[in-house]
Every structure is written in structure tokens, then in C-alpha cells.
């Protein structure tokens, strides 16, 4: 294990949870494009990436319980369906080919962020299936390594639920998922670096706290429009690569 290997990527892990602690999402998204651009594989990648995101999903979880931005009430509904979708997924994951899923949930995404972005207080919806949503956000952050902030914290945003609270409570809950996509993936015999989880763990780990208290300070609409561009520049970048390619 190489100093300057744990170094770099806990350099990465440290913007990857600045994205997803301050916006609800985008830590997995990030870190797995960042060492995309490695020669690891994409096996390895997905199994490290999540057991790096349990152990700072801890973190961050408890930084935003910490800072009043987690509703208990939602976060129980989210984190049942969620934990059930993210362990049918990681076990389908060998068999299903994620790859043919991507465009669907690109243009899901995209849509998405053009939402939050744009949108107003009028067009702004209760919400009514947490579960769903949740259930559905499990299975294919483990199937496409990576989307629970985006589908689940994207559409809570388009709710009538406070900002702070669909981004604490989704990121809390986040944890939990990602505890049984580990199990499952370890029981499994999906290999995971632990070189690369270090360094995502150590970054992610710093930057938690800064970016729970940064949620809890920024305006709503604020957040919501920072969100809806993140998620539509990720999944431009997504589409323009499945067109090259």
C-alpha cells in the first residue's frame, strides 16, 4: 500500500463527499469517474467505492442527525425499502448487464435535474411513496454503482419536504444501504482494494462535517438548483459517452 496512492485518492474522497454532503448526492458518481480514469477494473471499483461509502456515509449520516437535518419518521421508511432494493440489486448485479441500464437512467436523471433547476413552488408535489423511491434508488445504485443521492434525494427535493431534511435524511439513510450492499457484495466474493478505500475513507471522513454545516446554512432554493446542475452535467457526460462509444 503506497502513501502517495492513499494520498490521491483520499484527495478524491474528500470531493466526493464535499458533492454528496453538501448536495445529497453524488459521492459514489464521483469517486467511481474519478478512478474510471485508472486501470482498475470496473469490478473492483464498484465493490471499493461502496465499502468506502458505508464507512462515510457513517460519518456524514451522523453529522447531518448532528445538525438537526434528518426527519426519523422518513428516514425509516426510506432506509427498509432502500437496504431491500440495494441487496437485490448487488446480487443481480453479475447477472444483469448494467451497461444496457445506463441511458434509461441517464435520461430519467437529466430530466430530473431540468426539474430542480427550474422548478417553482407551485409545481412542487407532496410526497407519497417513499418506499418506492427508495426501493428503486437501492437497486440501481448497486446495479450502476452509483445513483441513490440523484433518484432518491433528486425527487425528494421535488417534494414539499424542507431541502435540509430530504438531503440529511437521505444521506443518513444511504448509510444503511450501503451496509448491505457491502455484506452482500463481500458474501458475494466481489474483491475490494483496500488501498482505495482507505484514502476515499480518510478524504470522505474530513470533509463530512464541513459539508453537513454547509447544508444547513445554504438556502434551499440554492441547494436545489446546486443538485439539479450536478445531476444534469453527470448524466450530459453519461449520454455524450454512451453516443462516442
Do not use: C
Not at 42 to 67: C, N
Not at 78 to 107: K, Q
Amino acid at each position: 500500500m503506497e502513501l502517495d496512492n492513499v494520498l490521491l485518492f483520499a484527495v478524491a474522497g474528500f470531493f466526493a463527499q464535499m458533492v454528496d454532503g453538501s448536495l445529497g448526492m453524488g459521492y459514489k458518481v464521483s469517486a467511481s469517474a474519478f478512478l474510471l480514469g485508472t486501470p482498475i477494473p470496473q469490478t473492483l471499483i464498484s465493490a471499493t467505492v461502496h465499502m468506502a461509502s458505508a464507512v462515510v456515509g457513517g460519518v456524514s449520516g451522523y453529522s447531518h442527525w448532528r445538525y438537526g437535518n434528518v426527519d426519523r419518521d422518513l428516514l425509516w421508511r426510506l432506509t427498509g425499502a432502500g437496504v431491500v432494493g440495494g441487496i437485490i440489486g448487488a446480487l443481480l448485479l453479475s447477472s444483469i448487464p448494467s451497461d444496457a441500464l445506463r441511458p434509461i437512467v441517464a435520461v430519467y436523471l437529466l430530466i430530473l435535474g431540468v426539474r430542480l433547476v427550474t422548478r417553482r413552488r407551485a409545481g412542487i408535489r407532496s410526497l407519497k411513496k417513499p418506499r418506492g423511491i427508495a426501493f428503486v434508488g437501492g437497486f440501481m445504485d448497486a446495479v450502476g454503482g452509483g445513483g441513490w443521492g440523484p433518484l432518491v434525494t433528486g425527487s425528494l427535493l421535488n417534494t414539499d419536504i424542507e431541502p435540509r431534511y430530504a438531503i440529511g435524511t437521505a444521506n443518513l439513510a444511504e448509510f444503511f444501504v450501503s451496509v448491505a450492499q457491502v455484506v452482500t457484495f463481500i458474501l458475494s466474493a466481489k474483491a475490494i482494494n483496500l488501498s482505495i478505500a482507505l484514502g476515499l475513507i480518510v478524504g470522505g471522513a474530513i470533509a463530512a462535517p464541513i459539508a453537513a454545516r454547509f447544508t444547513g446554512r445554504v438556502r434551499g432554493d440554492v441547494l436545489a438548483v446546486l443538485a439539479g446542475g450536478i445531476i444534469i452535467i453527470l448524466n450530459l457526460r453519461t449520454l455524450l459517452l454512451l453516443v462516442l462509444n
